[in-house]
């Protein structure tokens, strides 16, 4: 059972819990390189980019049209777990701001990302001293995430870009400033500022409303979805990277606060076993999605974090330019690698 596989995380009363995770606080890389059993040999791979792979401001999808599925293609009859998963779109609908992978039958694995969307609706974009299509975001993190033809997970996608609202910061005072700590920022990642004027009150809400609420809504409900046939379940928060960190992947559990050491010894092993060097709570301890969760002891949520030099080409990434392009080998080596990971998974927590 999903339950007794990952284990329980500190505050359950478990002291070798609570010594693993002063061992892995944050700041401590844990640096593990995989032997030759993986099959994908990831680690092989070193190389990247990063680039936006979304839409222009004002581009709206047409009544009824379904946005293109970004985690599963159709696979050989019987090989896929459940039904065929349906693609549902979520606030305004002029936009869809989140696309959801549902499963009438889940495994005990949700995926979230909430960063690879790229969309900027007309009215978000008024005041903005930069094009949106070269807003910085996790780029091209979705379709890396287009696992293979007979994996299906559910998962939960936003569409529009984190600069409307970042479903990864808390929606608290102050909304709109920093970059890393508010849900709206006014600046960019070096302190450059985005729009000609503060927004006010009305459009931080509307901002809210339009790409934040829908997507933890979505979440709840996808989780809630797997919690009903499963005793415990998985979420991995994924995201990229382009930071000279050294490592391929880090895990992010909040200093040991989200993820019981079960579940967490399992997602290292998946990432390693597919030759992954891996890290834990380096830069990136786990933001507002998975700390949302680390009361609620039948979730174990983990921010995954993977090297956009594996998969983007090289020099876009040092360059730091957007719409970074697929480098040819690491990109497929690096998605099947993903995919055996999820895979992996799937079959250990169900």
Not at 92 to 116: E, F, I, N
Not at 145 to 162: E, I, Q
Not at 327 to 347: E, F, M
């Amino acid at each position: 059972m999903a339950g007794a596989v990952l284990g329980r995380r500190r505050g359950d009363g478990v002291a070798a819990d609570a010594a693993d995770r002063r061992r892995r606080g944050p700041g401590r890389l844990l640096l593990r390189r995989a032997g030759r059993q993986g099959g994908c040999a990831a680690g092989r791979v070193r190389r990247a980019a990063g680039v936006p792979a979304g839409g222009l401001p004002g581009v709206r999808l047409r009544r009824g049209r379904r946005p293109p599925l970004p985690l599963a293609e159709p696979g050989p009859a019987g090989r896929r777990r459940g039904r065929a998963p349906r693609v549902l779109v979520s606030g305004d609908p002029g936009c869809g701001a989140v696309a959801t992978v549902h499963l009438d039958a889940p495994p005990a694995l949700v995926l979230s990302v909430p960063h690879g969307g790229t969309l900027v609706p007309t009215r978000c974009a008024e005041g903005l001293r930069v094009p949106p299509e070269q807003l910085w975001s996790d780029w091209r993190t979705a379709e890396l995430l287009d696992l293979s033809a007979d994996l299906v997970v559910p998962a939960v996608v936003a569409r529009l870009s984190r600069f409307v609202a970042d479903p990864n910061r808390a929606p608290v005072e102050p909304l709109h400033g920093d970059f890393w700590s508010t849900a709206v920022p006014a600046r960019d990642p070096v302190g450059a500022p985005l729009y000609d004027r503060p927004l006010t009150a009305e459009e931080l809400q509307y901002r809210l409303e339009l790409a934040h609420v829908p997507f933890h809504r979505a979440l709840d409900r996808a989780l809630a979805a797997a919690l009903h046939r499963h005793p415990r379940v998985l979420l991995l928060d994924m995201h990229s990277f382009g930071l000279p960190l050294g490592v391929d992947v880090v895990l992010g559990d909040g200093g040991g606060s989200t993820a019981g050491r079960g579940a967490s010894e399992q997602v290292e092993r998946a990432f390693r076993q597919q030759g992954f060097t891996v890290a834990w709570n380096l830069r990136f301890t786990g933001g507002h999605i998975v700390r949302r969760w680390a009361n609620d002891h039948r979730v174990d949520a983990l921010q995954v974090e993977v090297n956009q030099r594996l998969h983007l080409n090289s020099s876009d990434v040092e360059a730091a330019r957007p719409n970074p392009r697929p480098d040819a080998a690491g990109w497929l080596t690096t998605r099947r690698a993903l995919a055996g990971v999820i895979g992996s998974l799937v079959r250990s927590v169900c």
